[in-house]
């Protein structure tokens, strides 16, 4: 006999980050012990424009609680201290890269003020692909 029995949600923390939403949800084990999931949804759309949403979610379980924090807070010390609090964003990313460009070219442009190049040779090609038109010739049918 198949035992139907509903996921009691004991209780869930949401935390809202941006398109995505982070849910802590309390579970209970046959046994009625406690396990915590950890699900990632993400909004997306389809094709037509309609939104769905991506999850990906993880079972912890309380032996390995104590692991789990001990290497999320390493990870995320480690991150803070390598590239500091401030989030960097493909928008940040292109600012900068512009920035740079435009310094770059500023320098380009004094660099050049300094040496004046001049091309002194001109080569005079005539050309199979051109055709003489006289405009004088257009009005006179």
């Known amino acids: 006999m198949a035992e139907n029995r509903d996921i009691e949600e004991i209780f869930s923390k949401s935390v809202r980050a941006g398109r995505r939403t982070y849910f802590f949800d ?17 909004r997306d759309f389809n094709e037509d424009g309609t939104p769905f949403y991506k999850k990906h979610k993880i079972y ?9 924090k001990e290497a999320l807070d390493e990870v995320s010390e480690y991150i803070i201290k390598e590239k500091g609090e401030e989030i960097i964003t493909n928008s940040l990313i292109q600012k900068n890269q512009i920035s740079e460009n435009i310094a770059e070219s500023k320098k380009e442009n004094v ?16 050309s199979s692909d051109f055709t003489e038109v006289n405009f004088d010739d257009l009005g006179k049918e």
């Open 26 to 42: 309390v579970r209970s084990t046959r046994a009625e012990d406690y396990y915590m999931t950890i699900t990632e949804s993400k």
């Open 60 to 68: 912890l379980y309380k032996e390995d609680f104590a692991k789990f």
């Open 111 to 126: 660099e050049s003020k300094k040496e004046p190049k001049f091309n002194t040779e001109i080569k005079k090609e005539k």
